[in-house]
């Protein structure tokens, strides 16, 4: 079952404008994800928070993680067009194995 | 650079007849996961390997089966593949359960 899920589903905006992409799960976590998928490719991994972080950077993006709302932000900043893809939040759970558990994603289009 | 291979990047089968597709990885993780994604879906775990330990979800049909002979390789085998096969097929990697995963490029399988 999905235990993530993502807000927007798609998101299209100008070009140096920022993006801020939503993710809500429902249990307790090890730690959330946050991915990248360009059309047709593999995800790439962008960024992982522990549960005992609240806030995590690299370059241009910013990640939020509040447990107690259970709900994590991916911001990116001064997008570029190549920014456009799709975005997953993932969560590692505490009582599934360790195993990712991918929310539905947001498809990010960014207009030059 | 190291990496996670597959091959091939697309790959055609007629309905029933068996097929394979493989994964190599250069990174000398312990973790080896091959997911489903279907279009605008989320990636949709099928099983992993920990080191030669194999481990499969609960939902993952009997047609598919997998082999990770040693480290680096890892292989799909869908014995008979049906039109809801059709899919893009994503090999992972990580150096333990839970951590950051590196994808690789994926193949996708058509089923005629």
């Known amino acids: 079952s999905q235990q993530g899920e993502e807000d927007p589903q798609a998101l299209s905006i100008q070009e140096g404008e920022n993006a801020t992409m939503n993710c809500s799960y429902k249990?307790?976590?090890?730690?959330l994800q946050w991915y990248r998928q360009n059309s047709g490719r593999g995800l790439v991994h962008l960024i992982l928070?522990?549960?005992?972080?609240r806030e995590k950077h690299s370059g241009r993006l910013r990640v939020t993680l509040d447990t107690s709302k259970k709900s994590s932000s991916l911001l990116i900043t001064a997008s570029r067009a190549a920014d456009t893809a799709s975005y997953f939040c993932?969560?590692?759970?505490?009582?599934?194995?360790?195993?990712?558990?991918f929310g539905g994603g947001t498809r990010l289009m960014v207009k030059p | 650079d190291a990496m996670v291979i597959q091959n091939p990047r697309y790959q055609v089968t007629q309905f029933g007849k068996p097929v394979t597709l493989s994964c190599s990885q250069t990174?000398?993780?312990?973790?080896m996961y091959w997911y489903q994604q279907k279009s605008s879906q989320a990636p949709k775990l099928l099983f992993h390997?920990?080191?030669?330990?194999?481990?499969n979800e609960a939902d993952t049909p009997d047609n598919f089966q997998s082999r990770r002979p040693n480290t680096s390789f890892c292989f799909l085998d869908i014995r008979s593949p049906g039109l809801g096969d059709a899919a893009m097929y994503l090999c992972?990697?990580?150096?333990?359960?839970?951590?950051?995963?590196?994808f690789g490029p994926g193949t996708r399988l058509t089923v005629t």
């Open positions: 992972a990697t990580s150096r333990r359960r839970g951590d950051e995963q590196y």
């Open positions: 249990t307790s976590i090890n730690n």
């Open positions: 928070i522990r549960s005992n972080e």
């Open positions: 993932a969560t590692v759970q505490n009582n599934a194995g360790n195993m990712l558990t």
């Open positions: 990174l000398n993780h312990n973790v």
């Open positions: 390997y920990y080191d030669k330990d194999f481990n």
